[in-house]
């Protein structure tokens, strides 16, 4: 089998220089507390429309007691999280999309590799699609330069306006 074609070749850039930090990614993305999957960008490109960021796994990831017990491992899900929340950031600071952006799907996604506390979890995301409210993006994950995730995401406009206008008042706490 032919070995996988790199979005970007590793020596493109550099995981330790820093670009954006978490409170630059907190400008652009609004998830907070543990669904915050993203440490630090590494490598931006806007004409070339490639991203590249990681997340420095630790011991108390919300996930580590229970996926699995006694063996904890990155769930697949969230490796998919921590490349939507990539594409979004991109796709906020270089405007490429207003409003905020929800999955609108995944394709072609494969899990190659086993992703643990300790681990640096590096995404890179190169923009393919841009439709006004639409956004196809294709992703690879690696640990030490082993390819562990891949895959294609859609990013969609959410209409927050309109479903919050639909909702029913809340009662005061």
Not at 116 to 138: A, W, Y
Request: aromatic letters at 10%; one cysteine or more; a negative charge.
């Amino acid at each position: 089998m032919a070995k996988k074609e790199l979005i970007l070749d590793f020596g493109a850039y550099d995981i330790n220089h820093v670009v954006a930090d978490s409170e630059e990614i907190r400008r652009y993305n609004p998830q907070r507390y543990e669904m915050e999957q993203l440490t630090a960008i590494c490598y931006e490109d806007g004409v070339g429309k490639v991203c590249v960021g990681y997340k420095d796994l630790g011991p108390n990831e919300f996930w580590v007691r229970g996926h699995m017990p006694g063996m904890p491992l990155m769930p697949g899900v969230i490796m998919c999280e921590a490349a939507a929340q990539l594409s979004s950031y991109f796709s906020h600071k270089y405007k490429l999309m207003e409003g905020l952006i929800g999955f609108g799907g995944l394709e072609d996604v494969r899990f190659r590799g086993v992703v643990l506390p300790g681990d640096r979890f590096v995404i890179v995301c190169r923009l393919l699609k841009l439709r006004r409210s639409l956004m196809t993006c294709e992703f690879q994950c690696f640990v030490k330069e082993s390819l562990v995730c891949e895959g294609i995401l859609k990013g969609v406009s959410i209409p927050v306006e309109q479903l919050q206008a639909s909702q029913p008042a809340q009662a005061p706490a």
